[in-house]
């Protein structure tokens, strides 16, 4: 009988080991193919024209980079997902709110995120130790309504 129940404990542990390990590359694949890019685009004014021979810039009719308004955000990984909601007024951040909070971690290490995209005027932050995807995904969920509420060039 016990060496029945060792085959049984030995099949049972495999099956829920190659569940969770199929579980775990689908995750962080996901999270790759979906997670934002960490780069901070650079902001042009200008567009160049198509004409190569012309070569003259359009200009932004309102020379703004950003849309005033709310804009909303999101990021995630495989350790949970957050969303922002940033505030534009005449192309400054006036204010950044966490607005969804699904991390593995908890909010009180992110809280310090907001003042510094303020301070910064930027998406980029520094990294919070012992939260890294938390800071990446906050990161993301800023670029990503930055992104929404950039003017559209020419």
């Not at 703004?64 to 007024?89: A, C, E, H, M, P």
Request: proline share 3%; with cysteine; aromatic share 8%.
């Amino acid at each position: 009988m016990k060496k029945k129940d060792k085959k049984w404990v030995l099949l049972c542990s495999t099956a829920v080991a190659a569940v969770y390990a199929a579980g775990y590359f689908t995750t962080d694949t996901q999270a790759a193919q979906g997670q934002p890019l960490h780069i901070e685009k650079t902001m042009q004014k200008y567009t160049m024209n198509s004409d190569i021979t012309r070569n003259t810039p359009k200009v932004n009719p309102s020379n703004k980079i950003y849309k005033d308004g709310i804009f909303t955000g999101s990021g995630w990984n495989r350790r949970g997902s957050i969303g922002v909601q940033v505030t534009l007024k005449n192309d400054k951040i006036t204010d950044v709110e966490i607005r969804d909070f699904a991390m593995h971690y908890s909010e009180s290490d992110v809280v310090g995120l907001p003042d510094e995209v303020l301070k910064n005027q930027s998406a980029q932050v520094t990294n919070v130790s012992g939260a890294t995807y938390s800071t990446q995904a906050f990161e993301d969920a800023v670029q990503q309504a930055l992104d929404q509420a950039r003017n559209q060039q020419g």
